[in-house]
């Protein structure tokens, strides 16, 4: 729920003004979660690096997360969930996922049943963010043709003041 609703608004932003910033850089963004990580990133050009690192620190330190977003996108993942039984493959993922976690702490998985997930909150969203969206638990990862120097000092500017500690 947090991955669907992170990139809908953030810094006072919308979802089509980040949209349009970063494909105006003809820039990509991605955000993905599991059991074990939680991805955010961004694609695009190396002179671009300093413009994309601020909105993609904009998604992940300021994210709005209104409640009028974290219900549509949890009522958007309710129906989806909801459908699983007319899609052979996701109901062949699942069979599989289970068969291999079996008897393992991955056994479980993230919910057990949609009436479960209905129980979640937007509070519970926003303390799953509070804990788990610290830099001690954290990497950010730089690749390409970028001056070290320039890029440190921007993410110093960026992320220096970012506070947490590591969830247990």
């Given at each position: ?8 608004g953030?810094?006072?932003?919308s ?5 349009k ?22 694609h ?5 690096a300093?413009?994309?690192l601020?909105?993609l ?6 994210p ?7 219900l549509?996108?949890?009522?958007r ?13 996701a109901?062949a ?10 008897g ?23 303390a799953y963010?509070k804990?788990?969206f ?10 390409g043709r ?9 993410i110093?500017k960026?992320?220096g ?8």
């Open positions: 729920l947090l991955s669907a609703s992170l990139e809908r953030a810094a006072g932003l979802a089509d003004e980040i949209a910033q970063v494909e105006a850089l003809g820039a990509t963004r991605y955000i993905s979660a599991d059991e074990e990580t939680f991805n955010l990133g961004m695009g050009l190396a002179p671009d300093e413009t994309l601020g909105i620190a904009k998604i992940a330190l300021q709005d997360l209104k409640p009028e977003v974290i549509r996108e949890k009522d993942l309710q129906d989806r969930w909801g459908h699983i039984g007319d899609y052979g493959e109901l993922d699942l069979a599989y996922r289970r068969a291999l976690t079996s393992t702490s991955y056994e479980r998985g993230g919910f057990s049943s949609v009436q479960e997930f209905r129980k979640v909150t937007r509070a519970d969203v926003l963010y804990k788990n610290t830099p001690k638990n954290s990497v950010l990862m730089i690749v970028v001056d070290r120097k320039e890029i440190r000092e921007r110093v960026l992320f003041d970012w506070k947490g500690t590591e969830p247990k």
